[in-house]
């Protein structure tokens, strides 16, 4: 069946050379006009006319959104924080004159600082690490915004067969290093496929506010790792337990007030499951 391509659309994807910023790029391409940043030199980038190379550090965003005139954009950057503030600043700026809209991937770092629950949308934002105090900077910045222009994803640990973790993961055990696992961390976990899947869907019913899009189960950091590593094959690993705090500490965004459908939602096992395959 031929694909429809939305041509109302115009969707920019920053951070697309990144694992899940190229991920939301593959998911998005085949049915909107999909853009992309890469951030270093490389050829095939070069080739493809719908990237555009980007530095957060060095180079004024204006430039590319002039270019591209995006209806929708995904923030999928990494880099120094303080320029990634002046540069959704210079978004935000982008949004208000054209009236388009921000797909923002945040964290459940936002919550880091709260240990004895789940987090859900409503709750306040309260972080003792450099990482969340930056995620809820520009989170407070996109609230300010009109409700409909913005789209706050916090995410749990994303997972994949290509994800920087399960890459980590592979290589330690290859080595023979022991793998940090955290025993009274109790989280919740996605895929890289699913969060691509809900984006989309978030942009095909433009809907708006912020989502968690967690697990709707939580797990222990120590035994999801263990089952991780029985999923890649027959290891005898070694472990490094990391303890935190002497009592379980929670960090899970879990979702009440702003679910998407049941077919978007998932559970841990189906996580593993996909790193099967």
Request: glycine share 4%.
């Amino acid at each position: 069946m031929k694909k429809i391509v939305d041509k109302k659309n115009r969707i920019l994807v920053l951070g697309a050379s990144g694992f899940l910023g190229e991920a939301i790029y593959k998911e998005l391409c085949s049915y909107f006009r999909t853009f992309g940043t890469y951030r270093t030199d490389n050829y095939n980038y070069d080739k493809n006319q719908h990237y555009f190379q980007y530095n957060v550090e060095e180079d004024d965003i204006f430039e590319i959104l002039e270019a591209i005139k995006p209806t929708v954009i995904v923030s999928a950057l990494r880099g120094n924080f303080s320029a990634q503030v002046i540069t959704h600043a210079h978004i935000i700026e982008y949004l208000v004159a054209n009236d388009a809209k921000l797909i923002y991937l945040s964290s459940a770092n936002v919550f880091d600082a709260y240990s004895k629950f789940p987090s859900y949308e409503t709750d306040k934002t309260l972080s003792h690490s450099m990482y969340g105090h930056f995620k809820i900077k520009i989170e407070n910045m996109l609230l300010r915004l009109q409700k409909k222009q913005i789209a706050i994803i916090r995410l749990p640990m994303v997972f994949g067969s290509q994800s920087p973790r399960i890459k980590e993961i592979k290589a330690f055990l290859k080595e023979g290093l022991p793998i940090e696992v955290f025993p009274n961390l109790i989280m919740n976990v996605t895929t890289e496929s699913k969060v691509t899947q809900q984006i989309h869907y978030i942009i095909n019913r433009n809907k708006s506010g912020i989502f968690h899009l967690g697990s709707n189960d939580l797990v222990h950091h120590d035994d999801f790792i263990k089952e991780i590593i029985e999923t890649l094959g027959d290891y005898k690993p070694t472990f490094k337990n990391v303890y935190t705090t002497n009592n379980d500490r929670y960090l899970a965004v879990m979702s009440k007030h702003n679910k998407l459908p049941k077919h978007l939602q998932l559970i841990s096992s189906e996580v593993l499951n996909e790193l099967e395959v």
